[in-house]
């Protein structure tokens, strides 16, 4: 993938053709004071819709999972 790298002042007056570009594959990064600033990115449709309860059956949880240890509880607080 090629990396085509424009100041902001190019960016305003190139705008379609940079579009292309990033359409095209190609990374366009607009620059500000000589330093990366912003990405042109292609729009993409959203990720299709979350199916919840797609792994039931597949992962399993302790029963105790969520009973922490008072000492480990204590050590992240700082205590002793």
């Known amino acids: 993938m090629n990396t085509k790298q424009v100041n902001m002042h190019e960016a305003k007056s190139q705008l379609s ?6 359409w095209k594959g190609e990374k366009v990064v607009i620059a500000k ?5 912003l990405d042109l990115l292609p729009h993409r449709e959203g990720r299709a819709k979350r199916t ?3 792994l039931k059956g597949q992962i399993w ?20």
């Open 52 to 54: 919840p309860g797609r």
């Open 33 to 37: 004071a000589g330093k990366p600033y």
């Open 17 to 22: 053709q940079l579009g292309e570009l990033a």
């Open 61 to 80: 949880v302790a029963d105790d999972f969520d009973q922490t240890p008072h000492e480990v509880i204590a050590e992240f607080e700082g205590q002793e």
